[in-house]
C-alpha cells in the first residue's frame, strides 16, 4: 500500500472516531438530560402525592374539628355549614392545581390555608364561650337582684303587716287609754247635792227679796252642796249649770255668761246658763249663780242640770206660779 493510501485510511480512521467520539457525547447527553427530566418528573409526581396526601389529610381533619365544635348554637352551626361549603371549594381548586401541576407553592399555601377555617370558627365559638360566661354572669345577677328584690317585698310586707298591727294595738291603746281617761273623768267628776232654787225680784231699792210668781220674779239664784269624792285631791272645780224654761229651752245669754261646753261621754256640745268655779276640798263647799236675764219669767216648771268635767253631777226643778 502505498503512503498516499495509508494517509487517507488514516484521516477517514480519524474522522470515523472523531464521529463516534461526537455521537457519544452526544448520546451521553441525551442520556444525562433524560436522567433529569425523569428525575425532576419523579421529584414532581412524589410532590403531587404528597400534596394529595397532605391536602386529604388536612381538609378531613378540617371537616373533623368543624363538626367536634357543632352544639345548640344556631348561628355557630350555621358558620360550621359555610365553613364546610368554602373548604369543599378550596379543596377542589386545590385538587385542580396538583393535577395539571401548575403551581405547586401555591396549592402547598393553600393547603395550609384550610385550618384558617377551623380558626374563624374556633374563634366564633370562643366569642359565644364569652357572651354566654357573661349572659350566665348576668343572669345571675338578675336573679341576686330578682331575689333581693323578693326579700325587700317580704320585708316590706312585713313591716306593712307589723305597722298595720301596731297602728290596730295603738289604736287599741288609744281607746283603752280614752275609756280608762272616761272612767277616770267620771270617777273623779264631783256629784252636788241639795240643789236649792230661789227665785225674787228687785225693789226701788236695789234689796231682792223672794218672790214665787213669774211676774214679780226678776232673777233666779241656784245653789248646791258638792259631795265628797276621794279621787279629787282639792282645788279649783268648775260646776256648769243649764236653766231650762218650761218651753223645754235653755236660757242662754252671752253677754250673761253663757257659753257652751262639752259631754264627755258623747262628745256633744250643748249650752249652759252659767258656770261658777269652787274651791273644792275635803268638806262640802257650797256653790251659787245669780241668774237675772232682763225679761220675763214664764210660768211653769223650770229643771235645772249641773256638771262637772262634762259629766252630770245633779239635777233639780222648781216652779213659777
Known amino acids: 500500500m502505498s503512503q498516499s493510501s495509508q494517509q487517507k485510511l488514516l484521516a477517514l480512521a480519524t474522522v470515523a472516531i472523531i464521529a463516534l467520539l461526537g455521537l457519544s457525547a452526544f448520546l451521553i447527553y441525551t442520556k444525562v438530560n433524560q436522567d433529569k427530566l425523569i428525575k425532576s418528573q419523579s421529584a414532581e409526581l412524589i410532590e403531587e402525592t404528597r400534596l394529595k396526601a397532605d391536602l386529604e389529610k388536612e381538609y ?3 371537616l373533623s374539628d368543624l363538626e367536634e365544635m ?3 348554637n344556631s ?3 350555621a358558620m360550621i355549614e ?3 361549603t368554602e373548604l369543599k371549594k378550596s379543596k377542589d381548586r386545590i385538587d385542580v392545581l ?4 401548575k403551581d405547586l407553592d401555591k396549592a402547598r399555601e393553600e393547603i395550609n390555608r384550610l385550618k384558617n377555617y377551623v380558626k374563624e370558627v374556633e374563634e366564633l365559638k370562643k366569642q359565644n364561650a364569652i357572651l354566654r360566661d357573661t349572659n350566665v354572669a348576668l343572669a345571675a345577677k338578675r336573679d341576686e337582684l330578682v331575689i333581693a328584690v323578693q326579700q325587700e317585698k317580704v320585708t ?3 313591716l306593712t303587716s307589723e305597722r298595720a298591727e301596731l297602728a290596730t294595738q295603738n289604736e287599741s291603746l288609744a281607746q283603752e287609754r280614752e275609756i280608762l281617761a272616761r272612767k277616770v273623768d267620771i270617777a273623779s267628776s264631783i256629784k252636788v247635792s241639795d240643789i236649792g232654787v230661789k227665785s225674787y225680784r228687785v225693789t226701788s231699792s236695789g234689796k231682792e227679796t223672794e218672790s214665787k210668781r213669774e211676774n214679780k220674779a226678776d232673777g233666779i239664784e241656784i245653789c248646791f252642796n258638792t259631795t265628797s269624792n276621794v279621787i279629787v285631791t282639792g282645788g279649783t272645780e268648775t260646776f256648769y249649770l243649764r236653766i231650762i224654761n218650761p218651753l223645754g229651752e235653755v236660757m242662754a245669754i252671752q253677754d250673761l255668761g253663757s257659753g257652751e261646753m262639752t259631754l264627755s261621754n258623747t262628745g256633744e256640745s250643748i249650752q249652759y246658763t252659767q258656770k261658777v268655779d269652787v274651791d273644792y276640798g275635803s268638806e ?4 251659787c249663780i245669780n241668774w237675772q236675764p232682763g225679761i220675763p219669767f214664764q ?3 223650770y229643771h235645772v242640770e249641773v256638771y262637772n268635767k262634762g259629766f252630770m253631777s245633779g239635777k233639780g226643778s222648781f216652779t213659777l206660779k
Open 284 to 287: 262640802p263647799v257650797r256653790g
Open 82 to 84: 359555610t365553613q364546610k
Open 75 to 77: 348561628e355557630l352551626n
Open 70 to 72: 357543632r352544639g345548640d
Open 299 to 301: 210660768t211653769g216648771t
Open 98 to 101: 396538583i393535577k395539571t401541576s
Open 156 to 158: 316590706n310586707e312585713m
Open 60 to 62: 378531613y381533619q378540617a
